[in-house]
């Protein structure tokens, strides 16, 4: 199984990244994708996820309305488009797959419970 991350880097405030997901070795299908960061000092969080089964999405708050979260499935890769980025939004990114659930489970469990990752690339947004 393998999770590579790429799109990552540095902009300023304001800006836009797409950062992109390509998965290999399961069956797309049958897992949940999601975007997950770290920035410095604080926990690991959800961000978005993916079902590429049926296009359902869970978006966090902290993101709503800036960032999207889509999927290719002829690729086997998922997209996070991040738009109007802020100092806030610093972090290492990491892409990971849940077997057999729906998007939902980011808004209830940790990261713990997501069974593989990538990993993981910073973006660094200037002000």
């Known amino acids: 199984v393998q999770l590579e991350e790429s799109g990552g880097g540095l902009v300023q405030a304001g800006g836009s990244l797409r950062l992109s997901c390509a998965t290999s070795g399961f069956t797309f299908d049958d897992y949940t994708i999601g975007w997950f960061r770290h920035a410095p000092v604080k926990e690991r969080v959800g961000v978005l996820c993916i079902s590429p089964r049926n296009g359902d999405t869970y978006v966090a708050d902290s993101v709503k309305g800036r960032f999207t979260i889509t999927g290719d499935n002829a690729k086997n890769t998922v997209y996070l488009q991040m738009n109007s980025l802020k100092p806030d939004d610093t972090a290492v990114y990491y892409c990971?797959?849940?077997?057999?659930?729906?998007?939902?489970?980011?808004?209830?469990?940790?990261?713990?419970?997501?069974?593989?990752w990538g990993q993981g690339m910073q973006v660094t947004v200037s002000s």
């Open positions: 990971a797959a849940k077997f057999l659930t729906t998007p939902q489970i980011m808004a209830v469990l940790g990261p713990s419970v997501w069974h593989e």
